[in-house]
């Protein structure tokens, strides 16, 4: 009953850009705090952004500070990861997730949280 639904992952060229959707149904977005993670086969997942559930605040790891944004709209009960220049490293499946609490932490293994989506791929051509 509760799921959530990436979409936007793709083939994307060196420089160019994309927009992941993460959208809920079931429940309000608003009320969660979101995270996402990314994950190459044969390796662990791990937390790339998050935004928390009461005050939007957004947290991202280093290595793509500068690069992605999370954002949030109420709405269209969705939240987006932009990703500006992706690189070959950042070809993987992208999960957004959901938890109840208040707060959050990127890179993280993502233990806390309650939902998650089937992922959306990315590629990043040569």
């Known amino acids: 009953q509760l799921q959530l639904v990436e979409s936007g992952g793709g083939l994307v060229q060196p420089g160019g850009s994309l927009r992941l959707s993460c959208k809920a149904s079931?429940?309000?977005?608003?009320?969660?705090?979101i995270g996402w993670f990314r994950q190459a086969p044969g390796k662990e997942r791990e937390g790339v952004a998050c935004?928390?559930?009461?005050?939007?605040?957004?947290y991202l790891v280093d290595s793509v500070k500068g690069q992605s944004t999370i954002s949030r709209d109420g709405g269209d009960n969705t939240v987006y990861l932009q990703m500006n220049s992706p690189k070959p490293k950042d070809a993987d499946v992208y999960t957004c997730?959901?938890?109840?609490?208040?707060?959050?932490?990127?890179?993280?293994?993502?233990?806390?949280?309650?939902?998650w989506g089937e992922g959306t791929q990315i590629a990043v051509s040569s």
């Open positions: 997730a959901a938890n109840a609490l208040e707060y959050c932490s990127p890179g993280v293994q993502g233990d806390e949280y309650d939902c």
């Open positions: 079931g429940f309000f977005l608003d009320y969660y705090s």
């Open positions: 935004m928390t559930s009461v005050d939007d605040k957004t």
